[in-house]
């Protein structure tokens, strides 16, 4: 079959991207590796930034998430110099998160997607893309039955992830990766358990890194520094809880709410960015384009940001006959990805002892950044419009 655009990949970005496009009559079609109820119960980041909830108000994707998500503006950290708060709705640009469980949100785009008529693969995987460097590109699939079909398009749109089949349709040589694995793992879990406090608590400690990420009234985001190559099943939920309340210090500021652990799953904390995210007919957005560490919670922000550049871009093409913004879509994006991961490196090395042969001195450091931000106003300022911006 063959349509204007082939998307790949129905998380944040392709269905961000696949609603931009048919609100404009593109003909296009999602195509996407799982089934439905794996795409819409995939517990992943909750933290839009107010630019993300722009876009998606402007597309009429934003019921759902102002009806049901809660509004947050104030982050906490817990170290060994004790305890500060910041209230960043009134710092630097002064927005807030709203937090929305990401498939809630994934729910409510797969479902105005398919009421404007949009047209969505499930467990249809895309195993490469062809001929990306003509104006003809093809995307060879594999149906739910295993049978193997195509697309053809003019363009295609690699919204599939780190692993996806963009990725790895690239030609050496064609991309370049900048890649960094900071030598960290946390284990994240999600327990059945209100949130202790209705603030994002980062606490710095000896034994490690813990964090705490309010998500709904009954569920509750937890990350425990590990060390890299531990399993997430080898720690028991009694170990989860005491570890939590050292690095918490709950005995200093009073206990945590606990639960049934209801997932887990390590996280190693690693980034990349190609660069250019573009190969001929062939562009890249969200995790596709760049994966970010989660400290800073970013990727879903970003992934929306690219699929709304992208989409305009595509638009302004297939309509106009104007590709300038296809031909910037790169560097754009790629100026705001370096921003975002600039801050997220930076607060990777604002929450860990990152080991190596001069660990003292990074460990003063590491102290040092945290005395900046709890005393500098300008440091303040700056973290809040990094923190909530794309
Ligand atoms: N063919 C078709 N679909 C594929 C293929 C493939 N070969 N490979 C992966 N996919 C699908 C996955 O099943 C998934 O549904 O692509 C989708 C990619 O979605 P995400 O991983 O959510 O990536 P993205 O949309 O870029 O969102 C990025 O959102 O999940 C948050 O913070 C997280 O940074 C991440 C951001």
Not at 43 to 53: K, M, Q, S
Not at 152 to 168: E, F, L, M, P, T
Not at 188 to 208: D, N
């Amino acid at each position: 079959e063959s349509v204007d655009v082939v998307v790949l990949g129905a998380g944040p970005a392709g269905l961000t991207l696949g609603n931009v496009l048919i609100d404009a009559g593109i003909d296009c079609v999602i195509l996407e590796r799982t089934s439905r109820r794996q795409v819409q119960t995939r517990t992943r980041a909750g933290f839009l930034a107010e630019n993300t909830v722009r876009i998606l108000e402007r597309h009429g994707l934003a019921d759902g998430l102002r009806r049901r998500g809660r509004e947050h503006s104030r982050c906490e950290f817990r170290t060994e110099d004790g305890r500060f708060a910041l209230d960043y709705a009134g710092l630097g640009r002064g927005e807030r998160h709203t937090v929305y469980p990401q498939q809630e949100l994934v729910s409510d785009l797969l479902a105005c997607f398919l009421a404007a008529g949009g047209r969505i693969r499930f467990e249809t995987e895309a195993s490469a893309v062809l001929d990306a460097d003509t104006d003809r590109p093809r995307v060879l699939v594999r149906d739910r039955d295993g049978r193997p079909d195509r697309w053809r398009a003019r363009y295609v749109a690699g919204c599939d992830g780190r692993h996806g089949a963009a990725r790895n349709s690239l030609p050496p040589g064609a991309v370049r990766r900048h890649h960094s694995d900071h030598g960290l793992s946390w284990l994240g879990l999600l327990a059945e358990a209100p949130p202790s406090m209705p603030a994002v608590a980062y606490a710095v400690h000896g034994r490690g890194f813990a964090g705490h990420m309010a998500r709904t009234a009954e569920v509750t985001r937890y990350y425990v520094q590990c060390e890299r190559g531990t399993s997430a099943e080898s720690w028991s939920e009694d170990r989860i809880w005491d570890e939590l309340a050292l690095r918490m210090r709950t005995a200093d500021y009073g206990p945590l709410n606990q639960g049934r652990v209801i997932q887990r799953g390590i996280v190693d904390l690693e980034s990349d960015v190609l660069e250019p995210l573009r190969h001929g007919s062939l562009f890249l957005a969200g995790d596709a384009a760049s994966l970010l560490s989660p400290s800073a919670a970013k990727g879903a922000n970003l992934a929306v940001l690219e699929a709304e550049i992208l989409g305009q871009a595509l638009i302004a093409d297939l309509l106009r006959g104007d590709s300038a913004g296809l031909e910037r879509y790169s560097d754009q994006c790629l100026s705001v990805i370096w921003r975002a991961q600039e801050f997220s490196h930076w607060m990777i090395r604002l929450l860990h002892d990152v080991p190596g042969p001069d660990s003292s001195f990074q460990h003063a450091l590491r102290r040092s950044r945290l005395a900046s931000l709890r005393t500098s106003r300008s440091r303040q300022n700056w973290f809040a419009e990094n923190y909530v911006g794309v």
